[in-house]
């Protein structure tokens, strides 16, 4: 079974900083995708950015991006020019490219923009 | 374009009285559909999921059950709430097939059990 695992429970940095949210996973699975989602206060769930393991190159969507190592099993999440509207719970995510879809999610890491 | 809604938003229940909560999608034809409960602060739990009309796999023993009477709407049900039922639980959809698109996320309902 996959096992996703984020061990900042909480982190806080200032507005306009950089910061990175670790994530290691476990899996004998070849190709899968990887995902980070961003819950705020609301506690909507937004999907924030997406990996396809079998692509080396790093995804991007304008102020986050990743840094996947497979060899490692390690998905960061990078947040430049971070902003108030940042500051939420992140989730990192496993998806088996076959089957039903399902998501393994971690636990979590809170993560507050002080201004 | 698709969205997925959820209601009601709140939901304060009886021990012992039973509970419905209703997720429907819109924009897509065939989505696989997810019931998750979140508890305070915590990660989410992946209780129930359907990859198609009247097809539930439970990922979790519980007091809960799930249906599928349509294809793109999705009920949580008990015929008797427990304490421990209280949290937020939130539905979501997937594209079916391998694009790994990922799973997107109604409101949520916010449920209280006293």
């Known amino acids: ?115 | 374009s698709q969205t997925i809604h959820q209601w009601p938003a709140t939901l304060v229940q009886p021990v012992g009285s039973p509970l419905s909560l209703e997720c429907t999608v819109e924009g897509t034809s065939n989505p696989n559909l997810y019931w998750y409960r979140q508890a305070a602060g915590r990660g989410l739990q992946l209780l129930f999921y359907s990859v198609g009309i009247g097809q539930i796999s439970s990922e979790v023993p519980q007091n809960l059950s799930a249906s599928r009477p349509q294809d793109r709407q999705f009920i949580l049900s008990s015929k008797k709430l427990l304490l421990s039922d209280s949290g937020f639980y939130l539905c979501a959809w997937s594209q079916t097939g391998t694009s790994g698109t990922g799973q997107y996320f109604g409101p949520g309902t916010r449920l209280t059990v006293l």
Request: hydrophobic share 35%.
């Open chain 1, 1 to 115: 079974a996959q096992t996703v695992t984020q061990s900042q429970p909480e982190m806080s940095v200032q507005e306009a900083e950089t910061v990175t949210l670790s994530c290691t996973y476990d899996t004998s699975e070849n190709n899968y995708y990887l995902f980070w989602y961003k819950q705020p206060p609301s506690r909507q769930m937004i999907l924030v950015i997406r990996q396809e393991a079998y692509k080396q190159q790093n995804a991007t969507e304008n102020r986050f991006s990743v840094n996947f190592q497979k060899a490692a099993k390690s998905f960061s999440l990078k947040i430049s020019d971070s902003q108030l509207g940042d500051t939420a719970m992140y989730f990192c995510a496993f998806m088996k490219l076959w089957g039903a879809q399902k998501l393994v999610f971690g636990q979590g890491t809170r993560l507050t923009i002080n201004p």
